[in-house]
């Protein structure tokens, strides 16, 4: 098999596969001579090889991957904040405009451009709702309330981990992730 210089991860993983199961073929069949281990030490030498080579162009790819990602997401914070200083700026004009109308006892103003008007909000009709303890909320009439249950997860995993059974509910694996140092 003519194998490239630098085989792709893909070509790797599969050659490592190989590479294992010739290791449990010899195992089962017993054979442990030293030509077996000689050819197998320069097959994993071969390995190691590019796999070394590859993983270190791998590794500096997902590095500089990451250091996008970290410019992005900074940049992302900072038009955030550009955007909300302008809205705050929008907000106080909008304001300022509303009292110079109201003051001016006009609820229209015709500009070259622009017309500048009082209006009604729309929708549903506000309602406030005075500060209420969440206690007191079962003496209103059910209707007017919205109760929200959920589960206590971290009850239900201290539970699991005691080795009480729960029919609905099972520790998952905690899996692996990739450490690159």
């Known amino acids: 098999m003519n194998a490239p210089i630098t085989p792709s991860l893909y070509t790797l993983a599969v050659e490592f596969e190989e590479l294992n199961a010739l290791l449990d073929s010899f195992d ?5 001579s030293a030509a077996v ?14 796999a070394a080579v590859k993983l270190e162009n791998v590794g500096r790819f997902i590095r500089s991957q990451e250091m996008v990602s970290l410019a992005a997401t900074n940049e992302a ?12 700026k929008v907000a ?8 110079l109308l109201q003051s001016a006892g006009t609820r229209t103003i015709h500009t070259a451009t ?3 008007a009082e209006t009604a909000n729309g ?14 909320a079962a003496a209103f009439e059910p ?9 206590n ?15 609905w509910a099972r520790l998952a694996p905690r899996g692996t992730h990739l450490r690159i140092r």
Do not use: M, N, W, Y
Request: glycine share 4%; with cysteine.
């Open 92 to 99: 106080r004009l909008r304001a300022a405009v509303l009292q």
């Open 114 to 116: 622009f017309t500048f």
């Open 143 to 151: 209707e007017l309330v919205i109760t929200t249950t959920s589960i």
């Open 28 to 32: 089962v069949a017993g054979l442990d």
């Open 77 to 88: 914070e900072r038009l955030r904040s550009r955007a909300a200083v302008a809205d705050r």
């Open 153 to 167: 997860t971290a009850a239900v995993r201290k539970r699991l981990e005691a080795g009480q059974t729960l029919a």
């Open 123 to 136: 929708g549903a009709t506000p309602v406030i709702v005075d500060d209420v303890d969440p206690c007191e």
């Open 37 to 50: 281990a000689e050819a197998l030490a320069a097959r994993i030498a071969e390995l190691d090889g590019h």
